[in-house]
T-cell receptor, first 112, second 113 residues
Framework: GAGVSQSPSNKVTEKGKDVELRCDPI?????LYWYRQSLGQGLEFLIY????????KSGLPSDRFSAERTGGSVSTLTIQRTQQEDSAVYLC??????????FGPGTRLTVL | GENVEQHPSTLSVQEGDSAVIKCTYS??????FPWYKQELGKGPQLIID?????GEKKDQRIAVTLNKTAKHFSLHITETQPEDSAVYFC????????????FGTGTRLQVFP
């Protein structure tokens, strides 16, 4: 079946602009996660959605970052007033509750 | 705090040799330990995982061992092949703090023919 998909695959933006990154999880997966991977680094947790529960936002680096999950499926990560240090690969994963997390291919964000 | 350390950062082996990557974690309450393989330009792919009620798990050429007392777990790849070349990440779930994964910093494995 279809895996986790993310769009766009690449995004180049100018400093100060807002960007939206999209994640389509695997159908039926109630949990959805966003991670950030800076060049040559490991993965950093950003935010976690589980069903109708309040999301765990403990990993968001600043109030410029926000995420929504509409209808328990698609999620959008929004970065406002982008900075050069926001340049990274943003990865989305989905899972059944307390089960294996499956990752999408990521969105490579470059802030000029 | 929540922390996963991974060693080595790079590993070069000859085709056919074994490769071992080690990770340690900080929280004794952790109960789930996946390993991911990431190829260039792709998202991480799960290759094997282990839960805290099991000491060892094997899947063909890949095995993972867990020592709960010492709070470390290891990935073993036997009979390495050039297609095993990738970056490998260990991770741990800290169960008291949702299901977010805390990742190690990665090991770049190169298998030379």
């Amino acid at each position: 079946g279809a895996g986790v998909s993310q769009s766009p695959s690449n995004k180049v933006t100018e400093k100060g602009k807002d960007v939206e990154l999209r994640c389509d999880p695997i159908s039926g997966h109630t949990a959805l996660y966003w991670y950030r991977q800076s060049l040559g680094q490991g993965l950093e947790f950003l935010i976690y959605f589980q069903g109708n529960s309040a999301p765990d936002k403990s990993g968001l680096p600043s109030d410029r970052f926000s995420a929504e999950r509409t209808g328990g499926s698609v999620s959008t990560l929004t970065i406002q007033r982008t900075q050069q240090e926001d340049s990274a690969v943003y990865l989305c994963a989905s899972s059944l509750p307390t089960d294996t997390q499956y990752f999408g291919p990521g969105t490579r964000l470059t802030v000029l | 705090g929540e922390n996963v350390e991974q060693h080595p950062s790079t590993l070069s082996v000859q085709e056919g040799d074994s490769a071992v990557i080690k990770c340690t974690y900080s929280d004794s309450a952790s109960n789930y330990f996946p390993w991911y393989k990431q190829e260039l330009g792709k998202g991480p792919q799960l290759i094997i995982d282990i839960r805290s009620n099991v000491g060892e798990k094997k899947d063909q050429r890949i095995a993972v061992t867990l020592n709960k007392t010492a709070k470390h777990f290891s990935l073993h790849i036997t009979e390495t092949q050039p297609e095993d070349s990738a970056v490998y990440f260990c991770a741990a779930i800290f169960s008291y703090n949702t299901d977010k994964l805390i990742f190690g910093t990665g090991t770049r494995l190169q298998v030379f023919p």
